[in-house]
């Protein structure tokens, strides 16, 4: 297998990765210190983002928020937080905070995002954006309303691999996407009462791994123009397995899984009408990808930052340090577009949350 360099590769020289620079609306932060983030939550995802961060020598943990004082002080003291507060008030309010990190359950994020922007903070907030598209529209329209940056924690759509192939393939050097399909799921061995599996925090495969497969057939077909999907439900009602296909009126197809009740493969691939790319398990933050095409394949890297959440991070700083609204790797329509998309497959499946509206 032959590995792709910038300088050797079966699509010509890559271009650079660079984002081009948005407008510039608000004030630019200084250039002159870190970005200071504010951390809302202290489990395991915002453990993880705090790993990444620290690999980043122009970011530092300001301050950390819990629910209870002795959390937010362990993860302070572990992380190198410089304050920590058992609330989140106290955090969004603290002045030195430059952006807020949510990384509260799903069904919470409405909330928090708003007690931040109320506090004037920008804000990233973890996938899946909220319960339903609504509730999505009404931050949405708040930030914007307010001049404040806000973003989805989608990591996937700022991974250097997955930027690549997306660039490759609107370039059309994949030629024509028929088919898109990728699967994530593990066994969830959990107490009922745990975030994964309560139905008042939004729990169910959909919105904490199905969101994966379905940014990922968007970023190559787009909206689906028909959705039909299956799922089996637990006894309080969350989806615990299931399958979506997608129809597009080019008659490219996406077929999608995602299970809490087993463990999958948890691989993507696109086919096209000259090849094949293929990514390994845990597509949803690759390192590499393979292309295959007339009986050849060739190796697509790109360096990642740490397990990838820190070039999430890096992509929020960006932005920041330019004074942009969003960013245009992780747009907030598109955010907007696939809650909708969601909200489409949980009433084909049976799927209600307290947060839907009548």
């Keep these: 297998m032959t590995s792709v360099t910038s300088l050797d590769t079966p699509f010509g020289p890559l271009p650079a990765l660079d984002v081009p620079p948005g407008p510039s609306v608000n004030a630019p932060l200084p250039a002159d210190r870190p970005v200071r983030w504010g951390i809302l939550a202290t489990g395991k995802i915002a453990r993880g983002f705090a790993e990444n961060l620290a690999l980043l020598p122009d970011a530092e943990i300001a301050a950390v928020g819990a629910r209870r004082l002795e959390s937010a002080q362990e993860f302070a003291d572990r992380f190198g937080a410089a ?12 002045p030195d905070v430059d952006v807020v990190y949510v990384a509260t359950p799903h069904a919470l994020h409405k909330e928090h995002v708003l007690l931040a922007f109320d506090a004037g903070k920008p804000v990233l907030c973890e996938k899946a954006l909220t319960l339903n598209a609504p509730d999505a529209e009404e931050l949405v329209a708040e930030a914007r309303a307010r001049g404040l940056f806000f973003m989805e924690a989608m990591w996937m759509r700022c991974n250097p691999v997955v930027r690549r192939l997306k660039q490759l393939a609107d370039s059309g050097a994949f030629g024509t ?6 699967d994530l799921g593990f066994l969830v061995d959990k107490p009922e009462t745990d975030r994964l599996l309560a139905p008042e925090l939004g729990g169910g ?6 969101v994966y497969p379905l940014t990922f057939a ?7 123009d028909s959705v039909a999907a299956v799922a089996a439900l637990s006894p309080s009602g969350i989806d615990l397995n299931l399958s ?7 008659g490219a197809v996406a ?4 299970t809490m009740t087993a463990w999958s493969p948890r691989t993507a691939s696109v086919a096209t009408d000259t090849g094949r790319l293929d990514l390994g398990d845990a597509f949803h933050h690759p390192r590499s990808a393979t292309w295959t095409s007339d009986g050849e394949s060739f190796e697509i890297t790109e360096q990642v930052t740490g397990t ?14 330019n004074g ?6 992780v747009p907030l329509d598109e955010t907007v577009e696939l809650m909708r998309l969601m909200d489409r497959i949980r009433e084909e499946i049976g799927l209600r949350y307290h947060a839907d509206r009548d």
Aim: glycine residues 8%; negative net charge.
């Design 83 to 94: 304050r920590a507060y058992g609330s989140y008030a106290e955090l969004v309010e603290d």
């Design 177 to 182: 996407i028929q088919q898109v399909r990728a």
């Design 205 to 210: 495969a959909l919105l904490d791994m199905g």
């Design 218 to 224: 968007h970023l190559f077909l787009g909206s689906p």
């Design 244 to 250: 979506l296909s997608l129809g597009y009126d080019s």
């Design 255 to 258: 077929s999608l899984s995602s």
């Design 308 to 321: 990838g959440l820190a070039d999430e991070a890096a992509e929020v700083m960006r932005c920041l340090r």
């Design 324 to 329: 942009e609204l969003e960013s245009p790797l």
